[in-house]
């Protein structure tokens, strides 16, 4: 432990909004659900890592914050009486990023998760400080690098965007260190023995060395899943965490439910790849996409609902009630009712060396993360959907020139009118119409494209090093055909869509039609990009979500 540690300074918000301070009479509240615990001085409260981390309101002494590493440690903040402790990690579950120390001797309230989250369910005051609080103190982590993950990585790595996507999207604070640039790199390079197939590595929690991992590798070092019990039979299972999976989630938690999320990857889905949500009800400013998945998430596991994160889903065991969802690794969770919320992925063009230049060039979301690999280069948007249209113009408040390639002859049949004219307007922007890619050439990174002009039949050759690809879309339903009926693009088909073939040859038995957002296996429901006929908005993915939840309370009452 470092004598003296460095303190941080809060640059989100205000200290007070932060670190709040209790009255008397919201401590005698809290007090309630919690118990009174006397501390010692020096007395550790909690490490890093530690598992079931409890929430503290200080009643007299004072605690310590910090964020230990092995270098130094970092002071957070001191704590004082009617402050508490705590960031987003305590609703989530997720062990803690920080230590907290005792002072002096004094007296705390110390609640456990399941009292604070009782406690932020039933007291609409105090669940508004509190979750507005934990949500600021995770910024405020996130923007110092405050984790425990270092990335060690390079531009030239696919692995490393991969990563840096995987941990931002999942609201994982880490620090991360550039081979390229970094001039004290040798030494870590040294101590570790790293060597270039390494890249990228992840130093988790100062100990363990993950070397070139898989997201489910990160998770687990990470602890993202150690305090949910995946073998629980479920009231519902929520397969994927987009808007429609995350909506299902909120509104099936909140009405009492108990649920759990599986998602692959980080929350969000596609929408939590958009740089900007403008026509989303309720934000006339606009909301990232993942400023949208990261509230939902949040109020999700506010409700009680819980996450498990890399995790895919391999097969649905539909022969029998209570259905199963089984996961990569073979663990079945059973559920009384499923709700599929899979989405869609970008389609991939046919182009020699696609694969080949993936994460090092090729670009499946626009995000802060992304935007800062093509600062002040020109690139490519291909695609003429809404999520093309707000790349576009997101790019072009770093780029140097974005050509915008589109096969139709305009936007006007796929895309918003706001965004066409937005397009239109931009001198940055310059929308190449009946035109694709047919090319890509680089070494290590992609390093030049060629593409054709439809119309006239011209090809050009450009020295462009960036495309960011959102081209049409195919659904996540591989896993399902065994179950459930699909139409003939793959994507789910629901209610009124079931002809009686798909019914008496895929397993109906009642004597009910299906409900509207019902596939043919009783108490199954598809929602989001994934269901035929969706309307690709993430306000219809919302809707959906919720929606079912009220068929699913139907299903469980029969």
Known sequence: MADTPVPISPIISTVEKIF??????????????????????????????????????????????????????????????GQFSGE????SGRPPLVRIRALEPGEVIELDRERLLGLVQTDNELGELLMGAFILRRLNLFAYGLGDVVLVGSAFSAG??????????????????????????????????????????????????????????????????????QEHRRDLVVVGAGPAGLAAAVYGASEGLDVLVLETSSPGGQAGSSSKIENYLGFPKGISGQELADRAYFQAQKFGAQVVIAKRATRLVCDQRPYAVELEDG??????????????????????????FEGAGIYYAATFVEAQYSAGEEVIVVGGGNSAGQAAVFLSQTAQRVYM??????????????????????????????????ALEGGDRLENVRW????????????????????????????????????????????????PE???????????????LETNRPGVFAVGDVRGGNVKRVASAVGEGSIAVSFVHQVLQD
């Open 20 to 81: 709040p301070r209790l009255t008397p009479e919201q401590v005698s509240r809290v007090s309630r659900h919690g118990r009174p615990r006397t501390v010692l001085q020096d007395e550790i409260l909690f490490r890093p890592g530690e598992s079931a981390a409890p929430f503290f309101v200080v009643v007299s002494g004072q605690l310590e914050i910090v964020r230990p590493s092995r270098d130094s440690d970092t002071l957070v903040t001191n704590l004082g009486p």
């Open 452 to 499: 054709r002009d439809n119309q006239t039949g011209e090809i050009e050759d450009h020295a462009i090093r960036h495309i960011y690809l959102m081209t049409g879309a195919v659904p996540n339903t591989a896993w399902l055909r065994d179950c459930i009926s699909l139409d003939d693009k793959g994507f789910i088909k629901t209610g009124p869509d079931l002809s």
């Open 160 to 229: 490393t965007l991969r990563l840096k996507e995987f941990l931002t999207r999942n609201g994982h604070p880490y620090a991360y260190i550039d081979l390229d640039s970094d001039p004290d790199v040798q030494i870590l390079v040294d101590r570790f023995g790293l060597k270039a197939a390494d890249i990228p590595v992840v130093i988790c929690r100062g100990e363990t060395v993950l070397r070139n991992p898989n997201h489910q590798q990160v998770a687990d070092c990470l602890g993202f899943n150690e305090s949910i019990d």
């Open 502 to 516: 798909d019914l008496k040859s895929r397993g109906w038995s009642l004597t009910r039609l299906p409900y509207l």
């Open 405 to 438: 390639l589109v096969r139709a002859k305009g936007l006007a049949e796929t895309m918003s009118r706001y965004l066409v004219r937005r397009i239109e307007e931009n001198p940055k922007i310059d929308l190449r119409v009946c035109t694709e890619l047919t």
């Open 331 to 356: 663990v079945r969770i059973p559920a009384r009712a499923v709700i599929i919320a899979t989405g869609a992925e970008y389609r991939k063009l046919p182009l020699e060396n696609l694969s080949r």
């Open 88 to 91: 987003i990690n305590l609703i």
